[in-house]
């Protein structure tokens, strides 16, 4: 203890370093403790800490164990309550950021007015809304007017943040209770939608600039001038970010900490200019102090352009703790910058550690400040700083993200020097010039996008390989912490011995456990894709898909945000077999993505339905895989494809017992299966059809299914009810386990030697910010109106 207790600086590394630990603790709890007990704790904290004493740093892992639980409280505190779920309600506020305009519709951050005129629940709070073009439009309509900045009355209907629950999938719930997110929603009457002011501030000011770059540099690539000049990636779609993604390139592309230091300088050579060009001035100001405070100046304006995204504002920190050490005539360590920084953005927000920006921002630099000699020249640094950066944020990226750029090291090497120290400084001068006069910064702007265009396009074609972008499947834990002990093994000094054996600190992280079933044994996982149907079926060596989840045109893809990210995940590299159950969109909607994703070797479909197929399931249809038998019990060789009724009723048996996947058949055909081959229906696990409809379900089915365990793909608030209550009840009653993906998340059951097992996505990694259980506390539940679509906020 006395290492690390005794004489510890109470703003120091070992100080700091507990105060993260702690926070991080905290953050990664299921459960937080009470008020009473945070306060408690927090008081506790920061006596210790104050103390000079050996129980220092124990003091600041107290206090930011507590920190951290009063704002994921305060966090939770202020989302929608319960009894405001789907309410309808007229707000009043301001836009914050910049609107996000898509094919149909447009995303925005909405800050309620504090008065009194406003709903109580809702004063001062933080919305993410959507402004729906009407339907059957073929032009968009007024959400085109809404600007940054700009204040607005709407006519709202909203509800609490909530998310899907998919491995691989974005955690939407955790977005939210970092962001301060009380509710989302979507504007209810776009007519009768009224601007009460113009834009002003910060962002107003971004939006303007944003759209003088669009107008003084019409070409193609005026898009990646506005995210280098402003930090804006509105204009970049899917396919910039999956080559960004797959070069590596995705932390140049937005402002880093890296050019706010450019940006420092530049400042810093001007003002010293100025000084020599009048050295009177050293009368009042030294000529290194007065380069410290243009920097601090200069960097605080441009991370205010910037929008004061997380690195912009951990490089401010470092540079303001420089120039006040310079200031002081004080000589400060780079490892105890970092620490001062890194403790201002703790204790302003300790809740930044739930986004990647934070890991990947205050990593990186703390790798190359351990690793790399203060003394040495830039020319010399800049490939070791590079390989530095590339071991050390490996493991996070593969945690963060599940995927490593295999072509990410070689991409820098010409994008780092390229787009800083050229592509950049003419963003920012034109930036400059035309907040001088309008019109100035055009010919900067124009050369920045024509200096970018020629490596945009050899990235492109490098992004292209098919060995750029490694998806890594989905890791434990604790792979993490032997991944970095790896990574910092490999980076100690020349000579130490073993270094090779480093390597295999990393193979859980890069080869982790798939989990697949053994030969005989299959594995069902039912992926949370909301309101719609898609179920992965494993055997050891085969894969098929069973429908692909909604889609909804220009808008949210569950093939693409939730069924790929899973499958990905899950360690699935190819799909054996793709079978859509029916042409409707909640289960065939995502199947396009899916398809453009992975390789698919078959896709089969009821005969005339409108998916493109390669095979038809017809019953009698079967095959074997695995010691693990496949085959169709409908529809039949003439049924005639009636949507829902005409459903794939795909069977698949082991020597455990046999899982039933029935689509959306209804009661009708449900008894005629019955009628024609009762002990066929016989599984241990069985998909409800239908959603859980009461048109489905028959209990003549149900008995000849006679399940141990049921399992439900509906949404959380569906406008169709689903699943009825009565359904689940008649399973029930029959022994059977209901299990739902709206509570559970994805739901992953193995029927093996060792029996039935089953884990649920929500239950197995509980977390505080966990929407189900905020709901199941509430004991309420609530329908969207009928005509929106179900799917969650991508």
């Known amino acids: ?262 940006v420092a300088g ?83 927000d300790p809740l930044s550690l739930l986004a990647a920006g934070f890991w990947l921002s205050f990593g990186g630099v703390a790798w190359l400040a351990w690793c790399m000699p203060a003394s040495l020249h830039w020319a010399k640094a800049f490939l070791p700083a590079q390989g530095v950066a590339t071991v050390g944020l490996l493991p996070f990226t593969a945690v963060l993200f ?103 600190l990393w193979l859980p992280l890069l080869w982790p456990d798939r989990e697949r079933p053994r030969e005989g044994e299959v594995e069902l996982v039912a992926i949370d894709v909301g309101q719609g149907l898609s179920a992965l079926v494993r055997t050891a060596n085969h894969a098929v898909l069973f429908d692909a989840g909604p889609a909804v045109e220009d808008g949210f893809d569950a093939g693409e945000r939730a069924v790929v990210p899973a499958l990905r995940a899950l360690g699935v590299p190819r799909l054996d077999a793709l079978v859509v159950s029916h042409g409707d969109n909640d289960h065939a909607g995502g199947v396009d993505s899916v398809r453009e994703a992975l390789p698919v070797r078959t896709v089969m479909a009821p005969p005339g339905s409108p998916v493109d197929m390669d095979a038809a399931c017809i019953a009698g249809a079967s095959w074997t895989w695995d010691g693990v038998r496949f085959r169709f019990l409908h529809p039949g060789l003439h049924f005639p494809y009636l949507g829902n009724e005409a459903s794939c009723v795909l069977k698949v048996e082991t020597a455990h017992g046999g899982l039933l996947l029935p689509g959306d058949i209804g009661a009708i055909v449900e008894r005629g299966l019955v009628h024609r081959d009762a002990a066929a229906l016989r599984s241990e696990v069985v998909v409800v059809p239908h959603h859980g409809s009461a048109g489905s379900s028959d209990p003549a089915f149900i008995t000849a299914v006679s399940p141990r365990l049921v399992l439900n793909a509906s949404g959380a608030g569906n406008r169709f009810g689903h699943p009825r209550a009565e359904v689940v009840a008649r399973w029930r009653r029959r022994g059977a386990e209901v299990l739902d993906t709206q509570s559970g998340g994805a739901l992953r059951v193995w029927l093996g030697e060792e029996g039935l097992q089953v884990r649920e996505r929500r239950h197995d990694r509980a977390r505080w910010w966990d929407a189900v259980r905020r709901q199941q506390a509430g004991g ?15």
């Open 266 to 348: 530049a400042c810093a050579l001007v003002a010293a200019g100025l000084w020599w060009l009048m050295p009177v001035l050293a009368r009042y100001i030294p000529r290194p102090q007065a380069a410290g405070a243009a920097a601090l100046l200069g960097t605080l304006a441009y991370a205010a352009v910037a929008g004061f995204a997380l690195p912009t504002v951990r490089t401010v920190l470092m540079i303001a703790v420089v120039v006040l050490a310079r200031l002081a005539r004080r000589h400060v360590r780079i490892a105890d910058t970092l620490a001062l920084a890194m403790l201002a953005v703790l204790v302003f």
């Open 1 to 262: 203890m006395d290492a690390i207790g005794k004489g510890a600086p109470p703003f120091g590394l070992a100080c700091v370093a507990a105060l993260l630990l702690g926070i991080t603790g905290m953050l990664w709890q299921p459960v937080l403790p009470g008020r009473v007990v945070l306060w408690a704790l927090l008081c506790a904290g920061l006596a210790l800490w104050c103390l000079p004493s050996r129980w220092r740093c124990v003091g600041a892992l107290l206090a930011g164990m507590a920190w951290a639980g009063l704002h994921a409280t305060w966090s939770l505190y202020v989302q929608l309550p319960m009894a405001w779920e789907g309410r309808e309600t007229t707000v009043s506020g301001r836009v914050v950021g910049l609107p996000e305009p898509q094919a149909r519709r447009t995303r925005f951050l909405f800050r309620i007015d504090d008065g009194a005129g406003q709903p109580a629940p809702l004063r001062g709070r933080l919305l993410r809304l959507a402004w729906y073009d009407d339907f059957g439009a073929t032009q968009p309509g007024p959400r085109l007017q809404l600007g940054a900045g700009e204040a607005w009355r709407f006519r709202v209907r909203l509800r609490a943040p909530r998310g899907l629950a998919n491995p691989g999938g974005v955690d939407a719930e955790r977005y939210a209770a970092a962001q301060r997110i009380s509710a989302m929603g979507y504007v209810r009457d776009p007519g009768g939608a009224r601007r009460l002011a113009s834009g002003q501030g910060i962002d107003a000011w971004r939006s303007r600039m944003s759209e003088r770059i669009a107008e003084g540099s019409p070409d193609g690539d005026a898009r990646f001038v506005q995210a280098l000049a402003l930090g804006d990636t509105r204009g970049l779609d899917d396919h910039d970010w999956q080559v960004l993604r797959a070069a590596g390139l995705t932390h140049l592309i937005a402002i880093s900490g890296f050019h706010v230091g450019m």
């Open 780 to 794: 309420l539940s609530y329908r969207l109106e009928e005509g929106r679509p179900d799917a969650p906020e991508d």
């Open 402 to 504: 599940g995927q490593a750029s295999l072509a990410g090291p070689l991409a820098n090497l010409v994008a780092i020097p390229w787009w800083s120290l050229v592509v950049v400084p003419l963003s920012l001068l034109g930036t400059g010039l035309e907040a001088l006069h309008p019109g100035a910064g055009s010919w900067a702007w124009r050369a920045a996008a024509a200096c970018f265009g020629p490596t945009w396009r050899v990235f492109e074609q490098v992004a292209q390989h098919r060995y750029a972008l490694w998806w890594l499947p989905e890791s434990p834990a604790w792979a993490l912490w032997l991944a970095l002990a790896g990574g910092f093994w490999l980076l100690l000094p020349r000579g130490v011995p073993g270094k090779s054996l480093a390597l295999l």
